[in-house]
């Protein structure tokens, strides 16, 4: 008799023997005093200062964001009621993919209730549709976008990161008449690097490739209005599908695809992700509408953003502690050690008051484990000072090895 439970727990217990196992910190956000938080720990609540969260510019505590869920909340209730085709569309969502389309000069646009579900629609409706579908993915390309390549059924090719030279190579080896899909990110959010996107789009426009970009990691951030990355570059008409999200720059939940009206009706009427999951709440809509409308008019978050990261990496390179890149606001810190990464991030929170959660695998390859600081507006000189000699006392208490001058590296697929 084959015993499940048994199974499943030694195959938990080789993850935590590797130092691999990911534990939980219940963190609570104080609104009005982030990046100060509560961590709940067995000793008790204390107040603790974030520096791994993903809300880049603080927007999920602006008062004018709160204040707009607030609103639709009391008046609407906490949930949509159901999928977008029954019951789930109300004139918060439709004025959001009127906003996010606008932002990006693109015909439409639609929500969904997170950003992975957004990659998952978008690549799987694409590669059943089109006949023969070729993809054409970075090595790195997040989860949930690999997971939908495969999930389609269409043929995959995979680059190597950010080598356009590569897809080229890759693209010629295809029949010119099938259709073609390259898949790549504007900042990938694990290593903090940047994609050559204009080499990348000007090697698919020679293949009448078809342009689908993650750009999670920069909306609201990087560009023009906070329209992302191709924007900044001057090539948001190169890109055909861009995929967003509201939970990084602009502090609420949710993802959204914007491109060609028929593109993105197919993936409405076609994509199970988006067919048969609930709507976003109406009251969240209503948050990243005010969120994006206020960071397309003020570029002072954006501003603060990247002089904040441009200081930590500043310090943490004079220190000899190694980056993974310092090429955008991410700042990846690189351990190498799954269990030491995990006793730097033990000490800083229960010395220091300090919550970085480290990074292992499979975020990142083994031997690459990090812990991923995201610095922010609401970051103040003085929370910058404590981190940096922090993790300094930190590293040299762990025996780290240091670098004067840190190679960045490339983690594996």
Not at 96 to 102: G, K, T
Not at 256 to 274: C, E, H, N, Q
Request: aromatic share 6%.
């Amino acid at each position: 008799m084959f015993e499940y439970d048994t199974y499943f727990s030694e195959r938990i217990q080789g993850i935590k023997d590797s130092g691999q196992y990911r534990t939980f910190t219940p963190i609570e956000r104080l609104a009005g005093s982030f990046p100060q938080a509560i961590h709940h720990s067995p000793r008790g609540p204390r107040e603790v200062t974030v520096w791994c969260s993903n809300d880049h510019l603080g927007m999920g505590q602006h008062p004018d964001v709160t204040a707009a869920m607030q609103e639709v909340l009391e008046r609407s209730g906490v949930a949509a009621g159901g999928s977008r085709n029954i019951s789930g569309t109300t004139p918060h969502h439709l004025a959001l993919e009127r906003e996010v389309a606008d932002l990006h000069h693109k015909q439409t646009a639609l929500t969904f209730v997170t950003g992975y579900a957004a990659n998952d629609a978008a690549l799987y409706v694409l590669g059943r549709m089109l006949p023969e579908c070729v993809y054409f993915s970075d090595r790195l390309n997040h989860a949930s976008m690999i997971t939908a390549m495969r999930a389609s059924g269409a043929e995959r090719h995979i680059f190597e990161h950010n080598d356009p030279d590569h897809l080229e190579r890759l693209l010629r080896s295809v029949d010119p008449s099938r259709p073609k899909v390259v898949a790549f990110e504007s900042i990938y959010s694990m290593d903090g690097d940047i994609a050559p996107m204009e080499a990348l789009c000007a090697v698919a426009k020679r293949h009448n490739a078809l342009v689908y970009v993650d750009e999670a990691h920069t909306v609201g951030m990087y560009g023009p209005q906070g329209a992302g990355l191709a924007a900044e570059l001057g090539i948001g008409d190169d890109v055909t599908l861009l995929m967003g999200t509201f939970a990084k720059g602009y502090g609420t939940a949710g993802g959204y695809l914007a491109g060609p009206t028929a593109i993105i009706d197919a993936v409405r009427s076609f994509a199970p992700a988006f067919i048969f999951t609930l709507a976003m709440p109406p009251a969240l809509a209503a948050a990243a509408l005010t969120s994006v409308r206020h960071l397309r008019r003020s570029d002072e978050e954006r501003r603060q953003l990247h002089d904040r990261a441009g200081t930590v990496k500043s310090r943490l390179s004079e220190l000899g502690i190694p980056l993974v890149t310092d090429q955008s606001h991410i700042v990846p810190v690189l351990v190498g050690d799954a269990h030491k990464c995990k006793e730097l991030s033990r000490i800083l929170l229960d010395e220091h008051a300090i919550y970085a959660q480290p990074i292992n695998f499979p975020s990142v390859a083994h031997g690459t484990e990090r812990l991923r600081i995201n610095p922010s507006p609401v970051h103040s000189p003085d929370q910058v000072d404590h981190f940096v000699q922090a993790l300094d006392r930190t590293w040299s208490a762990l025996d780290l090895p240091r670098a004067d001058t840190p190679a960045p590296i490339r983690t594996a697929a």
